[in-house]
């Protein structure tokens, strides 16, 4: 199907997926959000009327944003391992994952815990890092620590566009923000991250100087009615 950017709204595709269905046993579903999307959903009741709710395990990337009663219902009897795409605490992800809201996708990962199967269900956190993200990081960890909500240890690292990559930011700057982090205690992702970013793909683009980079980023959140300043970014509004 991957020809056809919309194949799942097409009712050949749909049929000759639930038709060769039966000897699935771990259904992994990502972006765009698939907990909207109505060809899941088809999918889930089927495995429903089928029987095999307890056969099937579910692997789902979200947003966070949809967790109504008829989706929650679907999908509480399957295995799941459900990993949330969040990339900061409170406004900060608003701006980054728009048009989520934060207090929204908080109320649904806490709510998940309660439609746990019994089979061994996991929900993690799976941030972006970023340089819009890397100096509020802690906030974010802190919030999942407190809400015993476990982080991924593979984090995702942006390299581009380069004004993102870690690589453009000064050495004393990218040194007080792995600081933070293992002040914090959470000095196993600060090694996760400096180890991503030691690779060739991470190399600073020499013509974009970090004021070039501060200006992006700056305009990025000011263009979307947000201040400069959640991002943690040192004198990013000087």
Same mark, same amino acid.
């Given at each position: 199907?991957? %020809?056809?950017?919309?194949?799942?709204?097409?009712?050949?595709?749909?049929?000759?997926?639930?038709?060769?269905?039966?000897?699935? +046993?771990?259904?992994?579903?990502?972006?765009?959000?698939?907990?909207?999307?109505?060809?899941?959903?088809?999918?889930?009741?089927? =495995?429903?009327?089928?029987?095999?709710?307890?056969?099937?395990? &579910?692997?789902?990337?979200?947003?966070?944003?949809?967790?109504?009663?008829?989706?929650?219902?679907?999908?509480?009897?399957?295995?799941?391992?459900?990993?949330?795409?969040?990339?900061?605490?409170?406004?900060?992800?608003?701006?980054?994952?728009?048009?989520?809201?934060?207090?929204?996708?908080?109320?649904?990962?806490?709510?998940?815990?309660? &439609?746990?199967?019994?089979?061994? +269900?996991?929900?993690?956190?799976?941030?972006?890092?970023?340089?819009?993200?890397?100096?509020?990081?802690?906030?974010? #960890?802190?919030?999942?620590?407190?809400?015993?909500?476990?982080?991924?240890?593979? #984090?995702?690292?942006?390299?581009?566009?380069?004004?993102?990559? #870690?690589?453009?930011?000064?050495?004393? #700057?990218?040194?007080?923000?792995?600081? /933070? =982090?293992?002040?914090?205690?959470? /000095?196993?992702?600060?090694?996760?991250?400096?180890?991503?970013?030691?690779?060739?793909?991470?190399?600073?683009?020499? =013509?974009?100087?970090?004021?070039?980079?501060?200006?992006? &980023?700056?305009?990025?959140?000011?263009?979307?009615?947000? +201040?400069?300043?959640?991002?943690?970014?040192?004198?990013?509004? %000087?």
């Amino acid at each position: 199907y991957e %020809a056809e950017q919309d194949w799942w709204k097409k009712e050949r595709n749909i049929n000759d997926l639930l038709e060769n269905i039966d000897t699935v +046993d771990h259904l992994y579903v990502t972006g765009g959000e698939p907990t909207i999307n109505p060809m899941f959903h088809k999918v889930l009741k089927h =495995l429903h009327r089928q029987g095999r709710t307890r056969e099937v395990s &579910i692997e789902i990337n979200t947003n966070g944003t949809n967790l109504n009663t008829s989706f929650r219902n679907l999908l509480k009897p399957f295995r799941k391992h459900i990993l949330f795409s969040i990339d900061g605490h409170g406004e900060l992800n608003n701006a980054m994952r728009y048009p989520t809201k934060f207090s929204v996708v908080e109320k649904n990962i806490l709510e998940y815990k309660h &439609i746990d199967s019994g089979m061994g +269900d996991r929900i993690l956190v799976t941030p972006t890092v970023c340089v819009s993200n890397f100096f509020a990081l802690p906030r974010l #960890l802190q919030w999942c620590e407190d809400n015993s909500i476990p982080v991924t240890d593979k #984090l995702n690292v942006l390299n581009r566009p380069k004004w993102q990559s #870690l690589s453009q930011i000064p050495a004393n #700057l990218l040194a007080q923000g792995f600081e /933070a =982090l293992n002040s914090a205690g959470y /000095a196993r992702h600060a090694y996760t991250i400096q180890s991503r970013i030691q690779g060739v793909s991470y190399e600073k683009d020499l =013509l974009l100087s970090w004021e070039d980079t501060k200006s992006r &980023i700056k305009n990025w959140f000011s263009s979307r009615g947000y +201040d400069p300043s959640i991002t943690g970014i040192p004198d990013i509004n %000087a």
